[in-house]
């Protein structure tokens, strides 16, 4: 029998199918969080979600504790699946899934209570600056809160900004203003719950006239 001969095809080596989900220890510093935004530093505990895109499949990470406060029904999976274990080094002191949908709860109460832009208030410290005119802002007096376009990657969000009644006609006018004129006193009014209504009526006459 002669020997078999040589092949010249190799095979193909089949890449392991990535997880639903991952939790691990951020490898690097170097990714950032789908949900906040912000850097997620080397070690600290994230949660990636498998997502398929025009590149191909991959995780999407997140915070461990922001996937927590909009996602839990993800975090809730991942447990389920005990997602650490897929992980290259399986991180230590995870916090339960109760401490998390805590996390969730109170996220969800705060959101409740946002007031809606635009609204007045008074200045609780008197540490903050008018993001107009850069004056400081003293304790105790009305301040408005306005809307100011930001731009992360291709979104654009909304962020609040703190002004002066002296200075909203002003900041309206502003290119980044997500603030809409039109209506703008009565949306102030049914906005500034809590507010004195004689302290409301002082600022609207100290924001005078918009147009």
Not at 35 to 63: Q, Y
Request: some cysteine; overall charge negative; charged content about 30%.
């Amino acid at each position: 029998m002669s020997p078999a001969e040589p092949t010249t095809e190799t095979e193909e080596v089949e890449e392991p199918e990535l997880p639903p989900f991952l939790i691990e220890g951020a490898r690097s510093g170097r990714a950032k969080c789908k949900t906040c935004r912000r850097a997620i530093p080397k070690d600290t505990l994230r949660i990636g979600i498998r997502v398929e895109g025009p590149f191909g499949v991959g995780h999407m990470w997140h915070h461990l504790a922001c996937a927590a406060k909009r996602q839990f029904e993800k975090v809730e999976e991942a447990y389920a699946m005990e997602a650490w274990r897929f992980a290259k080094d399986e991180p230590a002191d995870l916090p339960s899934l109760e401490e998390l949908r805590e996390l969730r709860e109170v996220a969800e109460q705060k959101k409740k209570e946002a007031k809606e832009i635009p609204y007045a208030e008074l200045d609780p410290s008197g540490r903050a600056k008018c993001k107009h005119c850069g004056e400081p802002m003293e304790k105790g007096t009305p301040r408005v809160v306005l809307g100011r376009a930001v731009e992360f990657g291709q979104q654009t969000r909304t962020s609040p900004i703190n002004v002066h009644p002296g200075c909203v006609a002003d900041a309206l006018q502003a290119d980044d203003s997500a603030t809409e004129v039109d209506g703008f006193a009565e949306a102030l009014r049914a906005n500034s719950k809590g507010l004195d209504a004689v302290v409301l009526d002082s600022v609207l006459d100290e924001i005078g006239s918009l147009y």
